[in-house]
């Protein structure tokens, strides 16, 4: 999900922080009626992860938002999972034509097919890595020096919609063979997996991410 663009524009750029039915103090983007996308927030938004599925899953799933809401993505993510296998890379790098027209039928994930295609491109990039010594997880926690950057904005108008930092990686993931992964897109999976710390100051959620350090 990308944060920045949640950001509202013009002099509402400044809010920060919004307080939800619980009392609790959330970036104001994650304070939503939707109680998947709070606990997106609360639990899993810039809490760093090196777990190679979880991983996977979120590249996959930042690609398929593109053009869409956050929303829609988290509604559809148990039928990610499903059709997906669990988001078991190597599973899905053996995915043919046939599994491709399966999960263009399939109402549960985004049906597009070059987001569909790019999925099974990125899971076989990934079996490459590991059949080279590499792993998914070494190749992108590379990019921040292999421990979390801490940017803690004071409002949403300060967090970017890319940085240096994931427009290295897009430069690097497409010379891989990875897809749907423009700089945005990194960014936006940088904050997911807790390659960086976007949530705004006094954010309960952020406060507790940085205590915890990487």
């Not at 967090?159 to 430069?171: C, G, V």
Request: hydrophobic share 45%; charged share 25%.
């Amino acid at each position: 999900m990308d944060a920045a663009a949640t950001a509202p524009a013009g002099p509402r750029a400044d809010r920060a922080l919004t307080a939800g039915p619980d009392g609790v103090a959330r970036c104001a983007w994650g304070v939503e009626d939707d109680p998947l996308y709070r606990a997106y927030h609360d639990a899993e938004w810039g809490r760093p992860s090196r777990d190679e599925r979880h991983l996977f899953e979120m590249l996959v799933l930042e690609g398929a938002q593109a053009g869409l809401s956050w929303s829609t993505i988290l509604r559809k993510r148990e039928g990610y999972r499903q059709a997906f296998s669990d988001f078991g890379a190597l599973a899905v790098a053996g995915f043919e034509e046939a599994d491709v027209a399966r999960l263009l039928a399939d109402p549960g994930i985004v049906r597009n097919r070059r987001k569909v295609e790019s999925a099974v491109a990125s899971a076989r990039v990934i079996r490459a890595l590991a059949e080279s010594g590499e792993s998914l997880s070494g190749l992108l926690w590379g990019f921040v020096g292999g421990a979390p950057l801490d940017r803690r904005p004071a409002n949403l108008g300060e967090i970017p919609a890319q940085t240096l930092e994931s427009r290295a990686m897009s430069r690097e993931l497409v010379r891989r063979g990875f897809r749907f992964v423009g700089p945005t897109i990194c960014y936006a999976l940088m904050q997911a997996t807790g390659m960086v710390n976007d949530h705004v100051v006094g954010c309960v959620a952020g406060e507790e991410i940085q205590a915890a350090g990487g």
